[in-house]
T-cell receptor, first 113, second 118 residues
Framework: DQQVKQNSPSLSVQEGRISILNCDYT??????FLWYKKYPAEGPTFLIS?????DKNEDGRFTVFLNKSAKHLSLHIVPSQPGDSAVYFC????????????FGKGTSLLVTP | ETGVTQSPTHLIKTRGQQVTLRCSSQ?????VSWYQQALGQGPQFIFQ???????GRGNFPPRFSGLQFPNYSSELNVNALELDDSALYLC?????????????????FGPGTRLTVL
């Protein structure tokens, strides 16, 4: 069963606007969350992460928000750029099995000029 | 610093055959994890190797096995291939610190091997 869910398979945003990618999880034991970005023919690349003790983490244009009560996290990209067009995966892990990442199915983001 | 490399890039096998996929970890990394990404799905954790031993396993049958070598490179072996084994196989390397602690941000993925089972 899918413990990490990304319910939007695709998202299209205009350049300069905000992109919001959403992720829900079902297992309350997850305590660390990550976003990976994947271009075609390349492996996923780590983007940003957040521990369950925080509700926000920011890195340049990328911000991840965590709502533990709703078991929901989101990735905000501001401003969006055409180079951000890629598949974004949300992943989660337990503290005592930090190596095993549980991924969602991904959201394909297209940023149009 | 060299990144994670995987070989071959693509592979076609028939049902019932056996396959070996290879991964070279990033320079300085001592841990390798393998993931299976089926079409339209996210990557699924198969297992991890640390100090040449399996160090955790996902929900995959025993016909999925692996090895890690003294230079930290790794192999994924799949026996008795089934049609559903067709997928992109990703390898990720990372560095476990003293005491086996792994920084969870630091898994670096290779480009993957696309396996097609006919």
């Amino acid at each position: 069963d899918q413990q990490v869910k990304q319910n939007s398979p695709s998202l299209s945003v205009q350049e300069g606007r905000i992109s919001i990618l959403n992720c829900d999880y079902t297992n309350s034991m997850f305590d660390y969350f990550l976003w990976y970005k994947k271009y075609p023919a390349e492996g996923p690349t780590f983007l940003i992460s957040i521990s369950s003790i925080k509700d926000k983490n920011e890195d340049g244009r990328f911000t991840v928000f965590l709502n533990k009560s709703a078991k929901h996290l989101s990735l905000h990209i501001v401003p969006s750029q055409p180079g951000d067009s890629a598949v974004y995966f949300c992943a989660a892990s337990f503290s005592n099995s930090g190596y095993a990442l549980n991924f969602g199915k991904g959201t394909s983001l297209l940023v149009t000029p | 610093e060299t990144g994670v490399t995987q070989s071959p890039t693509h592979l076609i096998k028939t049902r019932g055959q056996q396959v070996t996929l290879r991964c070279s970890s990033q320079s300085g990394h001592n841990t390798v994890s393998w993931y299976q990404q089926a079409l339209g799905q996210g990557p699924q954790f198969i297992f991890q190797y640390y100090r040449e031993e399996e160090n955790g396993r996902g929900n995959f049958p025993p016909r999925f096995s692996g090895l890690q070598f003294p230079n930290y490179s790794s192999e994924l072996n799949v026996n008795a291939l089934e049609l559903d084994d067709s997928a992109l196989y990703l390898c990720a390397s990372s560095q476990k610190l003293a005491g086996g602690i792994q920084l969870r941000d630091t898994q670096y993925f290779g480009p993957g091997t696309r396996l097609t089972v006919l």
